[in-house]
T-cell receptor, first 109, second 112 residues
Framework: QQQVKQSPQSLIVQKGGISIINCAYE??????FPWYQQFPGKGPALLIA???DVSEKKEGRFTISFNKSAKQFSLHIMDSQPGDSATYFC????????WGAGTKLIIKP | SQTIHQWPATLVQPVGSPLSLECTVE??????LYWYRQAAGRGLQLLFY??????ISSEVPQNLSASRPQDRQFILSSKKLLLSDSGFYLC???????????FGEGSRLTVL
């Protein structure tokens, strides 16, 4: 019940394309859903986060879509750039963050 | 502004040797503090978290321990390292009333 399932494990997208990473959860008590971005050799950093009272949140080229009834949320990166190449982690929390396994994203020039 | 420092950045240690990784946070008070481990190409495993001085919760049984001797200092230790302790160790902090974690730059440990 405490798991967050993230897919795909890895993703290759052409420059300018849309990158989509999906996460699913079981615990309906989760009330905070962040996405973190991690570059090689660095610590993760918060990219964007959403609360379950909204279905979508957009910040620049990054959008979280949230489906409360399906218990799923996803990260969309529009106009993907080589600089977006990184590992992305979803997470869910009510009092403690539960992490997805991560998605390694490669943007091909 | 708040900053988090971790050291050393890189460490190569023989099996059976002790370990001490240090983390300090500046610019905030009463933070929640966390130690995570990340194996190569893998996800984030929470090892320890602390909500106050001397208060440590362990998430995974192992030969590692953590201590919080001061409000903004968090230390990860081992008396005898195993090969399986190799990995990327990340310290993080959060405010008491917010979910965002702020991570340090990490300490890469190789046990030979």
């Amino acid at each position: 019940q405490q798991q967050v399932k993230q897919s795909p494990q890895s993703l290759i997208v052409q420059k300018g394309g849309i990158s989509i990473i999906n996460c699913a959860y079981e615990n309906t008590a989760f009330d905070y859903f962040p996405w973190y971005q991690q570059f090689p050799g660095k610590g993760p950093a918060l990219l964007i986060a959403i609360r379950p009272d909204v279905s979508e949140k957009k910040e620049g080229r990054f959008t979280i879509s949230f489906n409360k009834s399906a218990k799923q949320f996803s990260l969309h990166i529009m106009d993907s750039q080589p600089g977006d190449s990184a590992t992305y982690f979803c997470a869910a929390s009510n009092y403690q963050l539960i992490w997805g396994a991560g998605t390694k994203l490669i943007i091909k020039p | 502004s708040q900053t988090i420092h971790q050291w050393p950045a890189t460490l190569v240690q023989p099996v059976g040797s002790p370990l001490s990784l240090e983390c300090t946070v500046e610019g905030t008070s009463n933070p929640n503090l966390y130690w995570y481990r990340q194996a190569a190409g893998r996800g984030l495993q929470l090892l320890f978290y602390s909500v106050g001085i001397g208060q440590i919760s362990s998430e995974v049984p192992q030969n590692l321990s953590a201590s919080r001797p001061q409000d903004r200092q968090f230390i990860l230790s081992s008396k005898k390292l195993l090969l399986s302790d190799s990995g990327f160790y990340l310290c993080a902090w959060s405010r008491r009333d917010a979910g965002e974690l702020f991570f340090g730059e990490g300490s890469r440990l190789t046990v030979l």
